[in-house]
């Protein structure tokens, strides 16, 4: 027994000397944020945002405890040397002319584009093995990515965490329009978190809920950090980022007020214990000249004032991890009314906003325009554009026009990677430069392609899906920015953090194409099939009948007990017999 206690105490000390002690820092920190923002037209529109910091070297393998950052995304990176992944999974579209600028949008599907190490030889296979095993960990058919939806942006995808080089052949990117999310995708996704779903602001992620809404996304984002402001050592950060909008303004009755328990049906009672900071902001920054148009319950300890996209806000902040917050109610409820009826018809426009549509007729030829709108009232800038087109529509270059104002807009920068048949898409990247105040018209001809039988999919007449197009621009800010501390400021101002203070970045994505494609009679194989065995199995089963049937003469019965006495009684009556 004292050897035995002897032990115990032993395992006490080393646990106690490896754990982080009043001076020690911890190697590793979570951060989980909720942005509630009240929508122009009614919408409420929720982001969740997690942030798992951890101060290791993942690419030397020299890892083998994982606290809180996920150890089978920790593995992925340490093994097949990637330097930034960024995945997302999007059910619905994000309006941005009538919800605003999103703080994180992504296109509808899903969407993986990764950096890797200077170090991989072949990137294509470690791109191949990386979607295989995203596939698995995320229930989501990220296995369908291929030569034939794979592309390598050359300027619309730089690096968004500390990078010592650009070369964008380490660069892939794909996206999966026909993707459905669904809650098979969700559980995963909240598997990572170090609390789960059991604590914090993750207990609010109901699936019933969250898939009874207008937009669903979630996304997870890996990249390397600087450990400090010298920036001698890298840190790594995963960020877990569910946005959704729900439509309460047709679901409440006509009244726009809203409350955590009628979103999620259910409400805040604890901040996760293993998070160093778990906050709740409502935005309720006026939305015109009038002031004080929204109340919010219960008052707000303290409120926080920030420029964010080019526009001052005003957010309500509540500390889950504050002790007065939970003294008066065992639970927090965020209820936010309006004082008076809003006035939807003034919708504040964005200052950049698109829109893409397929036009022509027949089954032959179609072109593609898209629409790029810089509402500013006197400051231009340029915008890089990014079309990603199945092989199967064949696009005619020399078609390409631009036209501004009625006039030739020649992009200052193109790239044009033609696609081959069955094996890679067509890339085309342009740095278009937008004027003030104008509409910037797009449009290319293509041909659609005969598939092979074999390639159609099993609901053919449905059409065919072609990716959004992806936008990427620093939009000039109205109000002056000032540089703040990425670790003091709140999640949803630091992902895309601005290059000066007059200006921030933007990435839009424009509406996904459905485009129908020549479509055999697929019903035809069907009635032949039918035809040929209707007729196989009647002459085949007439003749078959009469090879194998035997035939036999009967000789006449005598007929049974009553027509033998009948008959002797016939007899003695002299009658003939029957």
């Not at 400021?489 to 203070?501: A, H, M, R, Y």
């Not at 035809?531 to 002459?539: K, Q």
Request: hydrophobic share 40%; proline share 7%; net charge positive.
């Amino acid at each position: 027994r004292g050897g035995m206690a002897a032990a115990a105490a032993l395992l006490l000390l080393l646990l106690l000397a490896a754990g982080p002690g009043p001076g020690r820092a911890r190697r590793d920190a979570l951060r989980e944020e909720l942005l509630l923002s009240p929508l122009p037209a009614g919408d409420v529109a929720a982001t969740f945002q997690f942030r798992t910091r951890w101060d290791a070297d993942l690419q030397r393998g020299a890892v083998s405890h994982y606290r809180l950052f996920p150890k089978a995304l920790g593995q992925l990176v340490a093994a097949l040397g990637v330097r930034e992944l960024h995945l997302a999974l999007t059910q619905g579209f994000w309006r941005t002319r009538a919800w605003g600028q999103p703080p994180l949008q992504a296109p509808a599907g899903a969407e993986l584009w990764v950096w890797f190490q200077p170090t991989i030889t072949d990137v294509d296979k470690a791109w191949k093995e990386l979607s295989n095993i995203l596939s698995g960990i995320f229930c989501a058919s990220l296995n369908f990515i291929d030569s034939t939806n794979t592309v390598t942006p050359t300027a619309s995808f730089k690096p968004l965490g500390l990078a010592n080089g650009t070369d964008h052949h380490l660069l892939r990117y794909a996206v999966l329009p026909r993707e459905v999310v669904c809650t098979e995708n969700l559980t995963p996704w909240k598997k990572l978190l170090p609390c789960g779903s059991k604590a914090g602001l993750a207990v609010l992620l109901k699936a019933e809920r969250l898939f009874h809404s207008s937009y669903h996304s979630q996304a997870v984002h890996i990249r390397p950090i600087c450990r400090d402001a010298s920036c001698l050592a890298v840190s790594w950060e995963l960020r877990q980022t569910l946005t959704v909008v729900f439509d309460t303004f047709s679901s409440g009755q006509g009244k726009k007020d809203w409350s955590l328990f009628k979103m999620f049906s259910r409400t805040l009672t604890d901040a996760c214990p293993l998070a160093s900071q778990s906050k709740v902001y409502v935005d309720i920054s006026p939305k015109n000249k009038e002031k004080e148009l929204l109340e919010v319950t219960p008052p707000p300890a303290s409120v926080y004032e920030a420029i964010v996209q080019g526009d001052k806000r005003t957010y309500a902040v509540y500390d889950l991890l504050s002790p007065s917050l939970f003294n008066t109610s065992r639970s927090l409820n965020v209820q936010l009314k309006w004082k008076r009826p809003q006035d939807s018809s003034e919708l504040p426009t964005p200052i950049l906003h698109a829109q893409r549509y397929v036009s022509g007729y027949g089954l032959q030829t179609g072109e593609i325009s898209t629409l790029i709108y810089n509402t500013h009232p006197y400051r231009a800038f340029p915008v890089i554009l990014l079309e990603t087109v199945p092989w199967y529509l064949r696009l005619y270059v020399h078609t390409l026009t631009i036209i501004t104002k009625g006039k030739e807009n020649k992009p200052s920068y193109i790239h044009y990677q033609p696609a081959q048949d069955r094996r890679r898409p067509h890339l085309l990247e342009m740095l278009i430069q937008l004027p003030a105040s104008s509409v910037t018209k797009i449009t290319i001809q293509f041909e659609r392609a005969l598939l092979k039988w074999t390639e159609y999919t099993p609901d053919p007449n449905h059409g065919f899906y072609v990716s959004s197009s992806v936008l990427s621009a620093l939009v000039p800010s109205v109000i002056a920015m000032k540089d703040v501390d990425v670790e003091q400021s709140p999640l949803f101002t630091s992902l895309f953090p601005s290059s000066d203070g007059s200006s921030y970045f933007v990435r839009l994505y424009t509406e996904p194409l459905l485009v129908n494609l020549p479509t055999p009679d697929f019903s035809m194989p069907y009635n032949v099939i039918c035809l040929t065995c209707t007729v196989v199995a009647v002459c085949y089963g007439s003749f078959y009948n009469l090879l194998t049937r035997t035939f036999h003469v009967e000789e006449p019965s005598r007929g049974g007990l009553a027509k033998r006495l009948a008959n002797i009684i016939r007899k003695f009556r002299g009658v003939p017999p029957l």
